[in-house]
């Protein structure tokens, strides 16, 4: 079997839709270029100077073949031969991006016992992995815990959850994710309330964004989501009083209890706030207190 070539550590940099690579750094460029240049200036000068020619044929001579090999000899090969050195600090940048950190989101099933957390805590220490959140989520045949994760750059989703399985974790799920990950679900909960408050009828779109999910139309869209049912757990449907039932779909990424318990919660208040009279606050405020009448009225 013929081994593959090298690929080289600069086509990493190229554009992926057009091919191109990104601008080397001005001075880098200059100095590429001039290394490329002053032989051809040279070995052109002194083929020229030794020729018989009139003083104007011969600096027209110069000028026209310089140009002509700067700019189809001197530039691409200095483009090509000094590539590396010409993206050196292109190609710094892009292996600290690579050994960086990087965040997950992890659920996995544990036995609701002592010891079990411990044990998964081990198995990804051993992947320097550190576990910046966690969330559980009591759950049929035990709890599901929910990690935000910060592993090395180089870590596969593969390892991870090899590691959790390892670790004791049954039905192990993980997706790369972003700091937005921290953000506190009650907090986000809280401000999504605070927007019901204002405008009841955002509630469709308050639980979208809180479960980022998907709403659904039962009547042409749950039909096209094939082998999804409510037990895979990625449907949600929340009744509601003027709405009717809203469904909402997160493929891949089945509804913890808590998330459910928090979106019900949210369509209870656009309920109550919903029937609450326009003018019953106005109503209810008695105003300013009269200012006393002066003596001896």
Known sequence: ????????????????????????????????NVAVMLPIELLVHALVVQTHLPYVAKVLVLTLTATVLVIWVAEPSAARILRRWLHAPALRHRR????????????TILRDQPGSLKKITRSLALLDTNILSIHVHPVRGGVMDEFVLSAPGELSERQLLDALKDGGGRQPQVWPTTALAMADGQTKAL??????????????????????ARILDPESETARIPGETNDAGTLLKIPTAWHGPITFYRPGEPFTPAESARAHRLA??????????????????????PAPAPAGL
């Open 191 to 212: 401000s999504l309330a605070a927007r019901i408050a204002a405008a009841p009828d955002e509630l469709p779109l308050a639980v979208a964004e809180l479960l980022s």
């Open 96 to 107: 600290r991006l690579g050994t960086a950190p990087s965040l997950w989101r992890a659920r």
């Open 268 to 289: 209870e208040l656009a309920e109550i706030l919903a029937h609450v009279p326009a003018g019953s606050a106005a109503e209810s405020d008695p105003g300013p207190a």
């Open 1 to 32: 079997m013929k081994p593959k070539a090298p690929v080289p550590a600069t086509a990493d940099l190229s554009c992926e839709v057009c091919g191109q690579m990104p601008e080397p750094p001005k001075t880098r460029l200059t100095v590429a």
